[in-house]
């Protein structure tokens, strides 16, 4: 059943993690607008260097933290939706000279599911009259932060039901987004005797 992994939560609902949160306005870094000059402020150049876009965010905060507001911002990670994460994916193999056919686009797509591809995983689709989405895949390289009260009046302004993932792919999520940060690679390895 492919509605397992989501339930819809009405305007006025608590945010809490796992909540699906479609086009959300976000502070993202201009990277070539990153330099330090002679005589620069440095929060001038960081002041500078944002941009506003718009993405679709998950939201990785503890369910607990927001629950009890313990945190005044919420930690978001991008997610696309398979076609559009396939055609950028077709266009690396491309780029990178390799066919990307459909074995290998299988294959791929398992990796993510089988936690292979550390920054990546995916989310079920939701097929309901109600609100319907393909699967999407999360994305680990780009953490977003924005103000929960931002957040907050942002969902209740625009009065949409929105996803939330249940219990435990939202724990699921959680995890992979652990691994992905746990990662440690040594500087030098271990040699035995």
């Not at 055609?87 to 936690?115: L, S, V, Y």
Request: aromatic letters at 8%; proline letters at 5%.
């Amino acid at each position: 059943m492919t509605n397992a992994w989501h339930e819809a939560v009405e305007v006025g609902e608590r945010l809490t993690q796992g909540d699906l949160i479609m086009n959300c306005p976000l502070i993202a870094w201009q990277p070539d607008s990153l330099q330090l000059q002679q005589n620069t402020k440095e929060t001038d150049v960081l002041k500078g260097a944002t941009t506003a876009i718009q993405a679709d965010v998950v939201i990785m905060t503890q369910a607990c933290d927001l629950e009890h507001e313990k945190v005044d911002n919420v930690i978001l990670c991008p997610h696309f939706s398979l076609t559009d994460y396939r055609r950028a994916w077709e266009a690396e193999m491309n780029n990178r000279t390799q066919n990307p056919t459909e074995k290998a686009w299988k294959r791929h797509c398992n990796d993510i599911c089988d936690g292979f591809v550390w920054n990546l995983t995916m989310l079920n689709a939701r097929r309901s009259d109600e609100l319907s989405i393909e699967h999407r895949v999360v994305d680990f390289h780009y953490v977003y932060t924005v103000p929960r009260s931002f957040l907050e009046s942002l969902l209740e302004q625009r009065g949409q039901t929105r996803l939330r993932l249940l219990p435990p792919y939202r724990e699921h999520l959680s995890q992979a987004f652990a691994r992905f940060f746990m990662r440690v690679g040594l500087p030098v390895p271990i040699t035995l005797l």
